[in-house]
């Protein structure tokens, strides 16, 4: 029994729900466990050809949850909050390398289709569940934005902003830290297509339904194909250097005051 993610198959598609409302589907190691669990139980029934990711709530994601609470707190991240320990930041280098990079990129490459339905808000870690599926289906009311440069930080740890959007669009989505609109990214081609919001549902179930008809070998050697494809470019390596660059922003937290630079709730909630 998960508690922040709904799992349930039907007529060939998984549908994955975010049910973290309450706090904007903001991400806990938890809920990032519980997520993985229900990718990869996609991934192992030979009965489920399409994924469907989803969210309650008015917003997909707030992003990582960064408010301190006990819940928040983990073993590996209590260590480098108490000071910098032995090991430098390396626990908290391999917490993010698992949780953060490690499951966007696993889900990415998982051999069957996956389609993101957003709404409201997807803010920063929200951006790590949504890049990694192969169609984004965008509600009129969506925004997208990654805010850490407030943080002291150059961007998120699943680096694919330029992928996304291209490298000017990108410089001034980090840059301003302003959210882009769903419109906008339909432009840019970070998204596939735009519908009303009380379509939301109904419009990325539709196109699932469609894809579940095909046969999922063809399905499986399509997506190989594509992501193969930006592999070659060099979208693999990009991002694995630019997660090792993002670890460079916790460290000048650490040289700049000792400790780790927390969000300001207040200015990224005004950003997104």
Not at 130 to 144: E, G, H, Y
Request: glycine content about 8%; aromatic content about 6%; some cysteine.
């Amino acid at each position: 029994m998960a508690e922040y993610i709904l799992y349930e198959v039907a007529d060939r598609i998984a549908t994955i729900t975010l049910n973290r409302a309450n706090r904007a589907n903001a991400q806990t190691q938890k809920m990032l466990e519980e997520l993985n669990q229900a990718w990869e139980a996609a991934a192992a029934d030979d009965e489920v050809r399409v994924i469907l990711l989803r969210a309650e709530g008015k917003h997909f994601s707030a992003g990582h949850d960064t408010s301190g609470s006990e819940e928040t707190r983990t073993p590996e991240l209590a260590k480098v909050s108490a000071g910098i320990p032995e090991t430098g930041l390396l626990e908290l280098y391999k917490w993010e390398a698992k949780y953060f990079f490690g499951f966007s990129r696993r889900w990415r490459d998982i051999p069957k289709p996956s389609i993101a339905a957003v709404q409201g808000a997807c803010i920063a870690g929200g951006l790590l569940l949504a890049w990694p599926c192969d169609i984004i289906i965008a509600a009129d009311n969506a925004r997208f934005s990654d805010p850490v440069v407030l943080m002291g930080i150059g961007g998120v740890e699943y680096h694919g902003h330029t992928w996304e959007l291209g490298p000017r669009k990108a410089k001034e989505m980090l840059f301003t830290a302003q959210p882009i609109g769903a419109v906008e990214a339909e432009r840019r081609g970070m998204v596939n297509k735009v519908v009303p919001l009380a379509d939301l549902d109904k419009e990325a179930r539709d196109m699932a339904l469609q894809i579940a008809k095909m046969h999922p070998h063809a399905l499986a050697m399509a997506k190989r194909a594509v992501n193969h494809t930006m592999d070659i470019i060099g979208q693999y390596a990009a991002l694995q250097s630019v997660f090792d660059i993002h670890q460079l922003g916790h460290a000048s937290a650490y040289a700049q005051a000792g400790q780790m630079i927390l969000v300001d709730h207040k200015a990224i909630k005004a950003a997104g």
